[in-house]
């Protein structure tokens, strides 16, 4: 609960008579969790602190994963200008999309060198980081299972242990502590059920029954989650099967950012940097299925099922 603090005179609140988002923490743990070593060495060190120096962090681990993928260089290049030059990122306000976002690239990253276990627990913590993973994540079970083959189940579900490793450390704890606030947080307050709701809004569907006075008001009560089931599901059971007829690394993320598109755009709001992630996500699934398609094969490492 944000609203006794200095959040309360942030510029998106003091226009209105109190913001339903200062009564909640709509992200996961890891979100926190993440910044607190550097929070703390920076305190030993005597040095001033800034969390946006971990986002920094992150989308220089995340370019080094575009840098390092097999594909020809043009389509790196291309990957890179999308990810530092998307101007949606605002990282000057200090959002954190690149966290998940450079999950689902260093799973990429994995997963296009046959690293199945190390994909898992990449993309693992993308979920760890934002629900938004969710269909990567399930995109990317689909094509372990298909890569193993043979193997025996065991060690399959082993490797595919690492999807749920990275939030179950994570949310585990804090969803024990209290799950009846954890889901007010992040599950009621975004899907309109709890009664400081996230009001509608964005650029999305939602946006534009508002603006068509379709909606009466920003806080009305529509069953959009309903749309939203019924466009993703199918979208989402599409997408692996055409994971498991071709299991390839532009298969899982074409898939994830088509329902992922989906599922925001008949949210009840889109935010600006949902489009950043997007915009981002569709130049990553064309630099995969591309930059692989044109590589010289004598260049690019054959691609087999490991371990790690």
């Known amino acids: 609960d944000y609203s006794r603090t200095s959040m309360r005179l942030w510029h998106w609140y003091v226009n209105t008579p109190l913001d339903p988002s200062l009564f909640h923490y709509?992200?996961?743990?890891a979100t926190f969790l993440l910044p607190l070593p550097f929070a703390a060495l920076s305190v030993a060190l005597h040095l001033p602190f800034d969390v946006r120096l971990v986002w920094l962090g992150a989308i220089g681990v995340a370019g080094w994963a575009l840098w390092a993928m097999p594909w020809r260089w043009e389509w790196r290049y291309v990957?890179?200008?999308?990810?530092?030059?998307?101007?949606l990122f605002y990282f000057p306000q200090g959002r954190n999309d690149i966290l998940w976002l450079a999950g689902i690239t260093l799973g990429l990253l994995a997963f296009s060198r046959g690293r199945l276990r190390l994909a898992a627990l990449a993309f693992g913590a993308a979920l760890?980081?934002?629900?938004?993973?969710?269909?990567?994540?399930?995109?990317?079970?689909?094509?372990?299972?298909?890569?193993?083959?043979?193997?025996?189940?065991?060690?399959?579900?082993?490797?595919?242990?690492?999807?749920?490793?990275?939030?179950?450390?994570t949310i585990g704890p804090f969803f024990l502590w209290n799950p009846a606030a954890f889901w007010a947080d992040t599950v009621a307050f975004v899907a309109g059920t709890d009664p400081h709701s996230y009001p509608m809004g964005?650029?999305?569907?939602?946006?534009?029954?508002?603006a068509l006075h379709v909606i009466p008001s920003p806080t009305a009560q529509i069953p959009l989650s309903l749309l939203q089931a019924g466009l993703t599901l199918p979208a989402l059971g599409l997408a692996g099967r055409q994971?498991?007829?071709?299991?390839?690394?532009?298969?899982?993320?074409?898939?994830?950012?088509?329902v992922l598109a989906l599922f925001l755009?008949?949210?009840?709001?889109?935010?600006?940097n949902y489009l950043a992630s997007l915009v981002y996500l569709a130049v990553l699934a064309g630099a995969a299925g591309r930059g692989?398609?044109?590589?010289?094969?004598?260049?690019?490492?054959?691609?087999t099922p490991q371990a790690a």
């Not at 890569?147 to 060690?155: I, K, Q, S, V």
């Open 292 to 303: 692989h398609v044109a590589a010289n094969p004598a260049q690019t490492p054959a691609v």
């Open 265 to 272: 755009l008949c949210a009840r709001f889109v935010n600006d």
């Open 128 to 169: 760890a980081f934002k629900p938004f993973a969710v269909f990567f994540a399930i995109l990317i079970a689909v094509a372990i299972v298909r890569r193993c083959g043979g193997w025996r189940p065991l060690r399959t579900a082993g490797i595919l242990a690492g999807l749920a490793v990275p939030a179950a450390l």
């Open 79 to 87: 990957a890179l200008c999308a990810l530092f030059l998307d101007p």
């Open 243 to 258: 994971v498991w007829r071709r299991p390839s690394p532009a298969a899982v993320v074409v898939g994830g950012t088509v």
């Open 202 to 210: 964005g650029v999305g569907l939602a946006g534009l029954l508002l």
């Open 26 to 29: 709509v992200y996961y743990p």
